[in-house]
């Protein structure tokens, strides 16, 4: 049995080998004083054999382009663009189909600024894009901030036809922010409200994650770690007990105990990590990456590639002192050695299910799920404690609970590839597109109910052998296991058309949208216009159409539903085809803007740098809203025609919703 030292190990090792493929060019950034009033930012870049960074001189449409962003610029002004220097290759790129620059083996960008005041100060980022012959890296940034001595007073006045660094900084921030001061950026909030609107103030339903966490705990019984200990247990307590209700007591302690020993960890999650920064993660590259590689780790573990377990010192440590300690202490003690002893099941359970809490940017989600993930798994030893003559009824242990744990490693796979999407689609990589994702996930279903009626085995389902050391025919094939392989083919049968473009509905919250898939037989039913909201404003008055605006997100499982279960209905699309400017705007697209926006918002000054910042920004700042999915419908000055739509799978209230906004637009 391999302990969790090793597991560990074999993490490390993923995540270094991650962080090599994720770092291959290593940057140094310095300043150069080349006169009183000259200063030179020099960009050296040592890429590894095979990569190379594009230049800066790259036409749109292209790879990512190398260019200089200030976040702060005083006392200065740039002098010259950006200027590539070395060996610099010019060529086709296969990739993008046009001609490009880059630098292999040493970058170098130099960006020449002259100094207009006394003292100087700046700070920004160098963006870039790297590729080898066989992936790319997203763009990524080189973040730099120097200051300095500047001219003396008279020097200064000498350029006084300069602009002063206060009114340059100010000319800076006002072309940044012009485009979002015009009257469609507007706030509108209150003009929801006076349409009842109560999507603004929804807020997630913290007993749907009451739910997953109970629907874990209930798993978590049925496995070999847990099932077993559960009448030697409760038989413990009652024994050992002077009274029956003594027993029942100290029963109900430690389902207590149980329960609050994973509240605890759920507040440690909460505490540790705020919903804000879950969020900012939950659409992160690197982090999904990281994501993706745990659940297979865990599925690994649950198919019997390896045990996940605690140290054994950790265990019997905390055993001998549930035997010493008396009372209270002792029966806590006790629940925390089921906690450490279990962890080989439990452990993949908890892991999937603060992972899909804690990106829902809910701050006490992680802790509600705990709460139901523990319920659960205590529930059992105090109605036993109540009732004991059901444990005579109890099933015994045997190999229908390592079934159980099988099915549970296939689960984790399947759930896994949803985190390597969510990455994919914000980063536009492109390597997990929707047949892709539904052929992985029409093989794994496969090869479940494969398993399920014995076609296919793993290293611990051991064979059985009688008494004389006669191989044991294997058993037939139980009713349940029938109906549930037959239920896993019927799945996998069920996508397969999906590989030619049917909508599959049911995989919809998971699989990639339909848009990203290259072969299809018939066209999307309703496919965005446009992905620019002022783009699509100045187009919906020159064609005298409502605009509806579509607040999206790559990791949006909502929002596949809607797409999936609504807009595909032939009268909901005749409508928002003809009738409406659909606009659909992806809050977490981590593409770089051409130039950072500074905004001010709630009285604190911050800056938006991808896309995705510019759409949820407006969504904050014109709506007072801030999750996905966002509905809302527009006259052509920005005014709501009517309450917003979020989450409604019913194809009646979207028409409803479609058409009220038609008669107020007329």
């Known amino acids: 049995m391999k302990k969790l030292y090793v597991v560990l190990a074999l993490v490390a090792l993923v995540a270094h080998a991650a962080a090599q493929l994720a770092e291959p060019v290593r940057w140094s950034v310095e300043q150069r004083r080349l006169s009183d009033a000259l200063v030179e930012l020099v960009f050296t ?85 790297a590729c080898s012959s066989e992936a790319c890296m997203p763009p990524s940034d080189v973040e730099f901030a120097f200051e300095g001595q500047g001219i003396k007073d008279d020097a200064a006045d000498s350029l006084s036809a300069s602009p002063k660094p206060e009114d340059a900084q100010a000319e800076i921030d006002t072309l940044q922010t012009a485009v979002l001061e015009t009257e469609l950026w507007a706030p509108v909030a209150d003009e929801l409200q006076a349409f009842g609107d109560e999507a603004l103030s929804r807020t997630l339903p913290l007993w749907k994650i009451f739910l997953l966490g109970l629907a874990g705990g209930l798993l978590a019984l049925l496995t070999p770690c847990v099932w077993p200990i559960i009448p030697m247990t409760v038989s413990y307590f009652l024994k050992r007990s002077q009274s029956r209700s003594r027993g029942v007591r100290d029963a109900f302690i430690y389902g207590l105990s149980i329960v609050a020993i994973y509240l605890a960890l759920g507040l440690l999650v909460t505490s540790v990590y705020g919903a804000d920064q879950l969020n900012a993660l ?32 950790w265990t019997n440590a905390v055993d001998r002192k549930s035997e010493s300690a008396g009372g209270w202490l002792g029966i806590f003690l006790m629940a925390t050695t089921l906690t450490l002893v279990s962890f080989s099941c439990t452990g993949p359970i908890i892991g999937f299910l603060l992972v899909e809490v804690s990106l829902l940017g809910n701050f006490v989600a992680p802790a509600v799920g705990m709460l139901g993930f523990a319920l659960a798994l205590a529930l059992p030893f105090t109605l036993f404690a109540l009732f004991p003559a059901w444990l005579k009824r ?34 536009g990589w492109h390597i997990l597109d929707r047949e892709t994702f539904l052929a992985l996930w029409i093989v794994l279903f496969t090869l479940l109910g494969a398993y399920l009626v014995g076609w296919l085995r793993f290293p611990h389902d051991e064979d059985e052998y009688d008494e004389m050391g006669n191989l044991v025919q294997r058993p037939r094939t139980g009713i349940v296991r029938f109906f549930l392989a037959t239920l896993s083919f019927a799945f996998a049968l069920y996508m397969v058309p999906g590989l030619w473009g049917a909508p599959c509905k049911a995989v919809s919250a998971f699989a990639p949208p339909i848009s990203t898939q290259d072969f299809r037989l018939a066209p999307s039913v309703v496919e965005a216009r446009f992905t620019d909201y002022d783009e699509a404003m100045a187009v919906a008055r020159a064609e005298r159409k409502p605009v509806l605006l579509d607040f999206t997100g790559f990791g949006c499982v909502n929002c596949r539903k809607m797409e999936a279960a609504v807009w595909t209905d032939p009268r909901v699309a005749e409508v928002m085809n003809r009738r409406y400017v659909l606009v659909t705007l992806h809050v977490d697209d981590k593409t770089l803007l051409p130039e950072p926006i500074a905004v001010e918002e709630n009285g604190a000054r911050r800056t938006l740098r991808t896309v995705g910042d510019k759409w949820s920004y407006l969504q904050r700042i014109k709506f007072g809203a801030n999750t996905q999915p966002f509905y809302v419908l527009l006259d052509n000055d920005g005014h709501p025609l009517s309450r917003s739509y979020s989450f409604d799978e019913r194809i009646s209230a979207w028409m409803d919703f479609l058409q009220e906004g038609l008669k107020r637009y007329k």
């Open 45 to 129: 870049g040592e890429l590894d054999a095979g990569w190379h960074v594009y230049g800066s001189d790259i036409a749109d449409g292209g790879p990512t382009c190398a260019r200089l962003a200030f976040d702060r610029l005083e006392g200065a002004r740039s002098s010259g663009p950006l200027e590539m220097r070395g060996k610099v290759w010019r060529g086709v790129d296969e990739m993008f189909g046009t001609e490009v620059s880059y630098m292999a083996g040493r970058a170098v960008f130099a960006q020449r600024l002259r100094i207009t005041g006394p003292t100087y100060r700046m700070a920004g980022r160098l963006t870039y894009g």
């Open 282 to 313: 939950s659409t992160n590259a690197f982090f999904n990456v990281f994501l993706f590689l745990l659940l297979v780790l865990f599925g690994a573990s649950f198919l019997g590639g390896f045990e996940i377990t605690l140290p054994g010192r």
């Open 394 to 427: 109890v099933p015994r242990s045997g190999g229908w609970m390592n079934c159980v744990k099988v099915c549970l490693g296939f689960l984790e796979l399947a759930f896994s590839l949803k985190f390597l999407s969510v990455a994919d689609l914000a980063y």
